[in-house]
């Protein structure tokens, strides 16, 4: 009887490994399904938002920072005009890549102003590995073009399951660049 037990309890012991693995595993991926499917859903919003810019749109190097950055260099903010009158702005969408400590992981961000912070920010997406997430790219004679990549991690503590979503999009209603 005794050998009946200690057979049993091997085999229990082994049933509930597979059973705490399997919830492991599904709780990891639920996390990762998550992650890029609000990565996809700030895409979608984000392309709506520089399709229907009035003026070209600017980069930035940090959330904090003021000064553009030069064309194709990857930036953490880039602010759209959402309303213009007689060619100035009058109202301003901004979209940005920060966290509460500076590293990863890094939330997106959207905010009306041309400021934008995690603190005051609504949260649209999360687990980016990098803030450098939007580069202008001004070509002369076309209409300026942002690119977008979203490094999405939902365990930032292994190097495999990265998921990027990248795309360039057109400011269709922004003039020309001469």
Not at 109 to 120: D, E, F, H, I, S
Request: overall charge positive.
């Amino acid at each position: 009887m005794l050998t009946v037990l200690a057979m049993l309890s091997f085999v229990m012991t082994a049933v509930a490994t597979i059973f705490v693995a399997g919830l492991h595993a599904q709780t990891d991926m639920d996390q990762r399904f998550q992650a890029q499917q609000n990565a996809r859903l700030a895409l979608t919003s984000i392309r709506h938002d520089i399709r229907t810019s009035c003026m070209a749109p600017q980069v930035y190097a940090t959330p904090s920072s003021s000064t553009a950055l030069a064309s194709g260099v990857f930036g953490a903010k880039v602010v759209f005009a959402s309303a213009c009158s007689a060619g100035v702005a009058t109202s301003n969408v901004t979209w940005c890549a920060d966290s509460s400590t500076g590293a990863a992981p890094f939330g997106l961000y959207k905010q009306t102003g041309t400021t934008c912070a995690y603190n005051n920010g609504v949260k649209r997406a999360d687990q980016l590995k990098t803030n450098a997430v939007f580069a202008l790219s001004t070509t002369s004679g076309r209409r300026p073009e942002v690119a977008l990549s979203f490094p999405v991690d939902a365990n930032l503590s292994t190097t495999n399951g990265v998921y990027t979503l990248s795309d360039t999009v057109m400011a269709r209603n922004s003039a020309a660049s001469p």
